[in-house]
């Protein structure tokens, strides 16, 4: 159990709305977790609700991958993070489209 409340260096985001829309998006979640792991990396999973209900200080970074749809409420959760303070590595396609494939702003 110490080993599981160890600190994370590394969270995955996590999108339903992702999930949803994409038949192999948990299977690209999966080669990005099995590649972090293989090097030895600690890693969690960030959801919005984790990012609302938790202090956003339990995170070092938050790794976004593969993950183009997201609902607002998602996206105002990652905002959030990032005002305050968390660092968020993400590729170009992710966080681009709303739950009806619409384009979102960008983060700042």
Not at 72 to 79: D, G, K, R, T, V
Request: hydrophobic share 40%.
């Amino acid at each position: 159990m110490a080993l599981q409340r160890l600190k994370k260096p590394l969270y995955i985001f996590c999108s339903k709305t992702s999930t949803i829309h994409k038949k192999k998006h948990l299977n690209n979640v999966f080669v990005l977790y099995e590649s972090l792991h293989f090097e030895s990396v600690l890693i969690g999973f960030a959801t919005k609700n984790t990012l609302n209900l938790q202090d956003n200080f339990n995170w070092n970074t938050i790794v976004i991958y593969e993950t183009e749809f997201v609902t607002e409420s998602e996206l105002e959760a990652i905002q959030t993070y990032l005002n305050n303070g968390g660092t968020v590595i993400m590729d170009k396609v992710s966080l681009t489209k709303n739950e009806y494939g619409s384009l979102l702003p960008k983060l700042t």
